[in-house]
């Protein structure tokens, strides 16, 4: 199985921050990622497919990059909206598997 | 607009069956393939079972599992009656999560969620 590690799993960032999360896959895996967004409560969203594909209606703040192993998604200016829970996703091969999780809380 | 709405959750004993069913409407629901991914309280996300797409025929196409589920949970689709289900048995604590009903998209990631709904596994 494909294991996906998320860092960090806690991120304390401002209102106007740049941030930038990070996945990293245990073997190759493409292009094949995609981001969610969850907030307490709420079913997941997603935000960003083949790993820099933004999703219809997804604000162009966020961004997503990389290939084969180490991908990240970028937040260019954090919102107050945008605090919440980041998931990556392979979807390479089954079984498909998540991160564990960043969650990104206001400073 | 696209909509998936789960149903069937509820409290059931260690050792017990359950059906989850996810209606589907505002788009062509035979075209996509269709998961199911769950949630335990206060933990991550996790994929459990996916259903290929079908144009022919009612039934879908090809499933997949995850490991910790394989062998237990069933997954199906009426594409007549535009619901994805999920034939839960023999389950076990560790099932008690809330499920939610994902349509797959570009990439084939899943681009539309249900609100979830919660099964409880306890005596």
């Known amino acids: 199985d494909i294991q996906l590690t998320q860092s960090p799993s806690f991120l304390s960032a401002s209102v106007g921050d740049r941030v930038t999360i990070t996945c990293r896959a245990s073997?190759?895996?493409?292009?094949?990622l995609a981001w969610y967004q969850q907030k307490p409560g709420k079913a997941p969203k997603l935000l960003i497919y083949s790993a820099s594909t933004l999703q219809s209606g997804v604000p162009s703040r966020f961004s997503g990059s990389g290939s084969g192993t180490e991908f990240t998604l970028t937040i260019s200016s954090l919102q107050p909206e945008d605090f919440a829970t980041y998931y990556c996703?392979?979807?390479?091969?089954?079984?498909?598997?998540f991160g564990g999780g960043t969650k990104v809380e206001i400073k | 607009e696209v909509q998936v709405l789960e149903s069937g959750g509820g409290l059931v004993q260690p050792g017990g069956s359950l059906r989850l069913s996810c209606a589907a409407s505002?788009?062509?629901?035979?075209?996509?393939?269709m998961s199911w991914v769950r949630q335990a309280p206060g933990k991550g996300l996790e994929w459990v079972s996916l259903i290929g797409s079908s144009v022919i025929g009612s039934r879908g196409g090809n499933t997949h599992y995850a490991e910790s589920v394989k062998g237990r949970f069933t997954i199906s689709r009426d594409n007549s009656k535009n619901t994805l289900y999920l034939q839960m048995n023999s389950l076990r604590v560790e099932d008690t999560a809330v499920y939610y009903c994902a349509k797959c998209g570009g990439g084939n990631a899943f681009d539309s969620w249900g609100q979830g709904t919660l099964v409880t596994v306890s005596s």
């Open positions: 073997q190759g895996i493409s292009s094949y």
């Open positions: 505002g788009f062509t629901f035979n075209k996509y393939p």
């Open positions: 996703q392979q979807l390479n091969s089954y079984p498909l598997t």
